[in-house]
């Protein structure tokens, strides 16, 4: 997992920008622009992360945040783990169960604050310059494990 960590910790670091669009049963689905920020530590096996999200549609709430959420990704224990602390007060610690070909999926180990969430999982797809991000998802009123947020980001 080490070799796993050192290739995200190279190939994340800097600004991302693109746009997504969110979906799910229990929401109106929106079109939303996004900003993903990755700072890698020099001495430390960690990556802090900021993602930010707007609504990009034609009603009030466009230009209004959709979504904040910090973290780390992080190697411990032989493990490469996503945690994230989001701005609605969710937390959530996912484990890097697959990686092939710039494809890593993270599903959720733990998740707290949040008593409706059933199910979480987050798969990025990056490429030098292109960084490709599914989350999907199940909660209490939504059972069906479905895609929530896709979104599509360039490296600035």
């Known amino acids: 997992m080490k070799d796993t960590f050192n290739l995200l ?11 997504g669009f969110a979906q799910f049963p229990t929401i109106e689905a ?4 996004e900003v ?12 802090h992360f900021v993602q930010k999200t707007w609504y990009k549609n034609e009603t009030l709430n466009n ?23 989001q701005g609605g007060g969710r937390v959530e610690t996912y484990e890097l169960t697959a990686q092939d070909n ?8 733990l998740i707290s604050n949040d ?17 490709d991000y599914a989350l999907n998802m199940s909660t209490n009123e939504a ?11 360039r490296k600035v």
């Open 9 to 19: 910790k190279k190939i994340l670091p800097g600004e991302w920008r693109g746009e």
């Open 30 to 33: 929106t079109a939303y622009t």
């Open 36 to 47: 993903w920020t990755f700072e890698a530590d020099a001495e430390k096996q960690c990556i």
């Open 63 to 85: 230009g209004k945040t959709v979504f904040w959420d910090t973290g780390f990704i992080l190697l411990k224990d032989e493990l490469v783990l996503l945690v994230s602390a």
């Open 102 to 109: 710039g494809r890593f999926e993270f599903n959720a180990r």
């Open 115 to 131: 008593s409706k969430m059933r199910r979480s999982q987050r798969i990025l797809q990056i490429s030098q310059v292109q960084l």
């Open 143 to 153: 059972s069906v494990f479905q895609n929530h947020l896709k979104a599509s980001l």
